[in-house]
């Protein structure tokens, strides 16, 4: 283990208590700050400078907690800044990242992120405010400015607000990173350490290793996004189900309410209203004694409750409401003046057509919801009655249905806002745990596994000791995969060592076993020496200049290699089915016994193939195959057995081509003295495109003191 894994080990498991410790200061950081703006009635807010801090040290849990903390402290004096958690978590979210990216070292990318943070703090949070509370100005920080900007720039209230709000903000969030930027630079790298929010269940990953360790290639997708979404449809689901039970019974209720205060106004006029003047009243209106009294008992009850926007009294006859009390509007003087005057009559509306029989018969009518000429209103009808018990006249109030949907808005958004505070809250712990618990200790166990699998025999012992030293403790099924399969790995590392060690034993005695039945076959054919060998030799130089010349890369593997050579002893595999007068015959060869000698080639093809059924895994009898039956083909089509030219010849045959005529060139045989070095060359060359691969025949010149070298070995034999 590295220095730096074990700094990280030391602390990976003692910091815990020293993050939270730093995060309840990040908090007091952000409460002290806003404290200090009220105090001083400062222009600005400063209650998210101890989130950018924390969230840029230790990262985006402690962010997010001191963010979410921060706000519901504060709501516990004024709820509303319980509503704006959200904000303070984007930002804290926004602030790990652009640390992380190294942000706050640029001054541009400095400016960028304080603009992200304006838009964060003022533009989402007037929006906000505006669904929260409706368009007025109120009575925030930035009225003020507001105001001027509406008044002066803007005839939009909200749009007013909102650039308002940005124009502040731009200031708030700069002063915030600036403070933030300073007390970042004078923090010790050492403390850095300590006060990031690790929850390690294993041995600490140093950052290389873990930016390897969470981003694992998967087939689909990966665990992380997989438990990102599991906890994510599970806090929607339970968050979406309680907010719309919660806006349901908010809906009723509030609709109860405003019902209620409807009828009690509505009663409330009734009484106001006496019934037996009610006639006097429609014929003469405002002279009857009375009139004006009652007028202002109505205006006085109407002032009294806010949330009225009409109340009025009406007599209704088969042609409509006649007007008896119509309260409409206030002037600018704060007097109030009447809608229609007494005796007027109001056609009745569509949606009052169903009630219209049992309002002239006098009786109650339960409260109505309706959208017509007067907009959409809840209203409430109570009968006002004469001395006799009869219905002379209806009073009525309404309530905006507009103003009871703002409500269900605005309560809606501020149950929206603490959910999704509470949803990121929530999503940053579970990841947060999943990736040290879960993640982490499966990825790590992958790498390590992956190492062991492919590597050398001493990368591989040491991948084990490494696989040992990950040390995860989650304490649950992980921690038991991890220790079987530590047991397992630790296992297989020895059975891998001796399955190669036999493995090189078992290649040792093919190798050795055809080098046996070669020399059995070189061993009839008294004049071919060491041909065996040096041919070996021969296409292995070749080959490796094939190489380093850029030719065939594709096939020139090293296994290919290997095969090749390992297999070129077998060439000549077919001369043992060749007679012995015609195999060592001292002179030139007859045309028959000639066209015998050819079927060596079919023949060796033959005994190989006899041998690749027996063996599962052949691919070096493959090319064995190749070397014994075409090695005596030619590039213009001239040789034998079938007549093959160019690139129809198998590679490994037309380098065995080069290799073989030119040894029996360099070698003395019974019937002739062997050629010189320069005179053999001389010929291979001059076979160059005809008899021979031109690629094979450069390579074979390029290698040509390599090639000498192994000529004049046991030369003259």
């Not at 689901?237 to 009690?264: N, R």
């Not at 002279?287 to 009225?308: C, D, H, M, Q, W």
């Not at 070129?568 to 015609?582: E, R, V």
Request: charged content about 20%; aromatic content about 10%.
């Amino acid at each position: 283990m590295d220095k730096k894994r074990e700094t990280l080990s030391r602390n990976g498991y003692s910091q815990p208590l020293i993050a939270l410790l730093f995060c309840i200061f990040g908090a007091l950081i952000n409460i002290g700050f806003s404290a200090i703006a009220v105090r001083f009635h400062l222009p600005v807010f400063l209650d998210s400078i101890g989130t950018v801090i924390t969230a840029s040290l230790g990262g985006y849990m402690p962010g997010i907690a001191v963010g979410y903390i921060t706000n519901i402290i504060n709501g516990f004096s004024d709820i509303t800044n319980a509503y704006y958690a959200v904000i303070n978590i984007l930002i804290a979210l926004f602030a790990a990242f652009f640390a992380r990216k190294g942000f706050f070292k640029s001054v541009p990318k400095t400016i960028f992120a304080i603009l992200v943070f304006s838009v964060l703090g003022g533009g989402l949070g007037s929006v906000l405010t505006y669904y929260m509370y409706g368009s007025s100005f109120g009575e925030g920080i930035s009225a003020p400015f507001a105001i001027y900007i509406y008044e002066h720039w803007i005839k939009n209230v909200f749009w007013a607000q909102l650039a308002a709000d940005m124009l502040i903000d731009v200031a708030d969030k700069t002063i915030t990173v600036l403070v933030s930027i300073i007390a970042l630079h004078f923090i010790p790298d050492k403390f850095r350490t300590i006060i990031h929010f690790y929850g390690w269940r294993q041995a600490p990953l140093s950052d290389e290793e873990r930016v390897m360790a969470e981003s694992q290639n998967t087939r689909r997708l990966s665990l992380q996004h997989k438990i990102l979404i599991i906890i994510s449809m599970a806090v929607v689901i339970i968050a979406s189900s309680s907010i719309g039970m919660c806006f349901v019974l908010y809906h009723k209720a509030i609709t109860a309410e405003h019902t209620s205060v409807c009828d009690s106004v509505a009663r409330l006029a009734a009484s106001l209203v006496d019934g037996d003047k009610v006639d006097d009243y429609l014929e003469n209106g405002i002279e009857v004694p009375g009139y004006t009294k009652t007028l202002n008992r109505l205006y006085a009850l109407f002032s009294a409750e806010s949330s009225i926007q009409y109340i009025y009294v009406y007599q209704i006859q088969e042609d409509g409401c006649h007007v008896v009390f119509d309260l409409d509007s206030e002037t600018d003087e704060g007097e109030y003046i009447e809608g229609a005057h007494p005796g007027d009559v109001v056609p009745f509306d569509a949606s009052f057509e169903k009630y219209v029989p049992a309002l002239l018969a006098g009786e109650e009518i339960p409260p109505i919801t309706t959208d017509d000429s007067y907009g959409w209103l809840l209203t409430v009808y109570i009968p006002v009655y004469r001395a006799d018990g009869s219905c002379a006249a209806y009073a009525a109030a309404d309530i905006s249905m507009h103003k009871v949907t703002m409500d269900e808005i605005s309560f809606l958004v501020k149950c929206t806002s603490l959910f999704l505070a509470f949803f990121i809250l929530i999503l940053a712990v579970g990841l947060w745990l999943a990736e040290y618990n879960v993640i982490l200790p499966i990825n790590t166990m992958s790498i390590s596994a992956d190492d062991f699998a492919f590597n050398t025999e001493k990368e591989r012992a040491e991948s084990v000791e490494r696989f040992k030293s990950l040390d995860i403790s989650t304490g649950d099924e992980i921690e038991q995969l991890y220790n079987s399969f530590t047991k397992t790995i630790d296992e297989t590392s020895g059975y891998i060592e001796d399955i190669q060690e036999q493995t090189r034993v078992i290649t040792k005695m093919q190798n050795g076993l055809i080098l046996v039945l070669a020399d059995i076959v070189e061993s009839r054919d008294k004049c071919t020496g060491d041909h065996i060998k040096k041919t070996a030799a021969y296409t292995h130089i070749i080959m490796k200049q094939l190489k380093k010349n850029g030719k065939h890369l594709d096939v020139l593997t090293d296994s290919y290699i290997e095969d090749v050579v390992n297999s070129a002893p077998l060439h000549d595999i077919g001369k043992i089915k060749i007679p012995d007068s015609i195999l060592n015959k001292p002179g030139k060869l007859t045309d028959e016994e000639y066209e015998i000698m050819k079927t060596h080639s079919a023949a060796g093809a033959e005994i190989i193939d006899g041998a690749m059924e027996l063996v599962s895994e052949s691919g070096y009898l493959k090319e064995a195959k190749n070397l014994a039956a075409y090695h005596h083909e030619k590039w213009n089509g001239m040789g034998y057995p079938e007549g093959l030219k160019g690139e129809e010849i198998p590679l490994s045959a037309r380098i065995m081509a080069v290799a073989d005529v030119f040894d029996a060139l360099v070698s003395r045989r019974s019937y002739k003295e062997p050629f010189t070095f320069e005179k053999a060359m001389e010929i291979i060359i001059e076979g160059k495109g005809n008899h021979f691969d031109p690629d094979i025949v450069d390579a074979f010149v390029d290698a040509r003191d390599q090639v000498r070298y192994i000529a004049e070995q046991n030369s003259g034999k």
